[in-house]
């Protein structure tokens, strides 16, 4: 500590760095920028991932296997021990829960499961429930109706089981 930075009461930003003020200030001459090259030309910059002009990583690995990531059905997912922040005899559905803040993932589909107690009689509304979530609601005197999928979601089971 000294009397710079005593006297700099709650600045918002630290001094920057002072380039090309000769030899003594340690990034004088070439300031920094080595000799020649890309990198000692003015209004150079790299994209991310470049290994200069080396095969890149993600290139050098291979590209094996599948990957279901665009196909793939998310949930907005919610544990039974959250459910208590609702009153006695509530209805509890996706758009309940983001409602109270207890979920930050917006999704089309909901699912509850099954870690922690439930003191509160509800009745769960949701897309998917795990035997252990449905076993809980019902013991404290609630109920789950579980909600169809989507339209677009059937005609894909359905040409999946006639084929």
Known sequence: MDLR????????YSKGR????????GSGK??????????ARSGASRRAGYEGGQMP?????????????????DYTIINIDKLNAFEDGATVDLAAILEAGLASMNTEMLKVLGNGELQKKLTVR?????????????????????????????RAEKSKSQS
């Open 5 to 12: 930075t005593v006297c700099a009461k709650g600045t918002k």
């Open 18 to 25: 002072r380039i090309g003020r000769g030899p003594g200030s």
């Open 30 to 39: 070439t300031s920094g920028r080595g000799h020649k090259g890309r990198g």
């Open 57 to 73: 990583i993600y290139r050098r690995v291979p590209k094996r296997g599948f990957t279901n990531a665009r196909f793939r059905t």
């Open 126 to 154: 949701a897309h998917k429930c795990s035997a252990s979530a449905k076993e809980k609601v019902e013991a404290a005197g609630g109920s789950v109706e579980i909600l169809p999928a989507k339209e677009s979601w059937k």
